[in-house]
């Protein structure tokens, strides 16, 4: 064992880093709402500058909205559970890693970053990021901070469950079986009654696989895109909007300010220090959001070109390894942002598309698949609709693509689409 003094780069997290965290997911009408409660407490702003209307724009969606719901200050689901920390003793040096853990969950309310990740980027140990996520899983709904499916569900019932670790063993190792029903599998192999097995998988099939959702706000009635995409002498800009990067200028009359007044001396400074971090982290926060669109654009240029039968597969992780960022990190700047294009304006999460592989090699995009199946029933004859399965044998035949029956029953009810027998029509 040798002493060793050598010189490391390594990120801290602080109060401007944190910042820059939380300003990254917010849309810009959230930005402008933050920035007037900065604005209403720093008197060294003197102004805000949009050079731009600001336009809403409203999904599609029928009936009318009473004029007191378009004020009403819904908090977010990352707001709700932060509020619920009052109520618990969190030790002082981990309180920070709990916050970034809470603004790491995704909107279902599975946490997507791993425990060595969150213990360096909080400088904590990885015990410590363990106890961390302890107190995140321990709010409600039951079920927030989980990892995976299998541990949603072990935590909405390893409370009550009689023995805590079969349910671990069964969700953790052979979820399979209890997606598939198979009662007779699991009461071989774990020496239960039939009956114990139906009583255990029915309180599975209660369970929440999306908590997060529970507490998500669903009455957003306006959007307000960051962009705008559009074609010029045969290639593709983007154009940001002025209000997804505001100028914040100081009052004037606080420029040459001078007081004896140590204490007013001193509360200038921490103004002045808020008003360059907030500059900082919406400089950051553009800086990557035009990074991301620009990936996309590249990415799924045919889309652009020839609409949704192009949309190409595109994950979180590819334009994190070709940004060289944290996947964390993309999925906080696709959420709740939203680029108008030719085509009207879409939300950044739906150019992100899972991908079928195909046998010469190439993936087609899922939401594409999901479209042709959608067209197919559409066109069937509803007197002998289609099965699954002459879904799948169209799906080869007409378009090429080799799928499962499963996964055509699987994008079939993702899109609400009935059953061959209840679609049937006399």
Not at 353 to 379: E, H, M, Y
């Amino acid at each position: 064992m040798n002493l060793l003094q050598e010189q490391v780069l390594e990120r801290k997290m602080n109060q401007s880093l944190l910042q820059s965290l939380q300003l990254l997911q917010y849309s810009s009408f959230d930005l402008m709402e933050y920035i007037k409660e900065i604005e209403k407490e720093n008197p060294l702003i003197g102004e805000v500058i949009y050079q731009d209307d600001v336009c809403y724009f409203h999904p599609s969606r029928g009936g009318l909205v009473a004029p007191v719901e378009l004020n009403v200050k819904e908090l977010t689901m990352y707001e709700k559970l932060k509020k619920q920390l009052y109520m618990l003793t969190i030790p002082k040096e981990i309180h920070h890693a709990v916050l970034y853990g809470i603004d790491s969950l995704n909107e279902s309310g599975y946490l997507e970053i791993d425990l060595e990740f969150w213990a360096n980027a909080c400088d904590i140990t990885l015990q410590s990021a363990e106890k961390a996520l302890l107190y995140i899983q321990s709010l409600e709904p039951t079920g927030i901070g989980a990892r995976s499916l299998s541990e949603c569900i072990y935590l909405q019932l390893a409370q009550d469950a009689p023995d805590p670790n079969l349910l671990q063993d069964l969700l953790g190792d052979n979820l399979n079986w209890v997606a598939a029903g198979d009662v007779s599998s699991i009461s071989k192999y774990y020496s239960l009654s039939e009956p114990e097995v139906e009583g255990l998988l029915a309180k599975v099939r209660r369970c929440d696989p999306k908590p997060g959702k529970r507490i998500t706000t669903k009455t957003t009635n306006y959007i307000t895109p960051e962009a705008s995409i559009y074609k010029q002498q045969g290639k593709w800009h983007v154009s940001f909007f002025s209000w997804s990067s505001p100028s914040i200028k100081i009052d004037p009359n606080y420029k040459e300010f001078v007081s004896d007044e140590k204490y007013v001396v001193r509360y200038l400074n921490n103004k002045w220090s808020q008003v360059e971090s907030l500059r900082k982290a919406i400089s950051y926060r553009h800086n990557t959001l035009e990074r991301v669109i620009h990936c996309i654009i590249e990415k799924q240029s045919p889309f652009f070109e020839n609409g949704l039968s192009m949309l190409q597969p595109l994950t979180l992780k590819e334009i994190a390894d070709i940004l060289e960022l944290h996947t964390s990190t993309i999925s906080r700047t696709v959420s709740n942002k939203y680029i108008q294009t030719a085509s009207g304006v879409f939300p950044l999460n739906f150019f992100l598309q899972s991908g079928i592989q195909q046998a010469d090699g190439t993936k087609t995009s899922s939401i594409v698949v999901k479209q042709q199946i959608a067209d197919l029933v559409k066109n069937e004859d509803k007197r002998k609709p289609l099965s699954d399965r002459e879904i799948k044998e169209k799906l080869e035949a007409v378009y090429g693509l080799h799928i499962a029956r499963r996964t055509v029953m699987k994008y079939r009810e993702h899109q609400e689409i009935p059953s061959s027998s209840k679609r049937k029509e006399t």
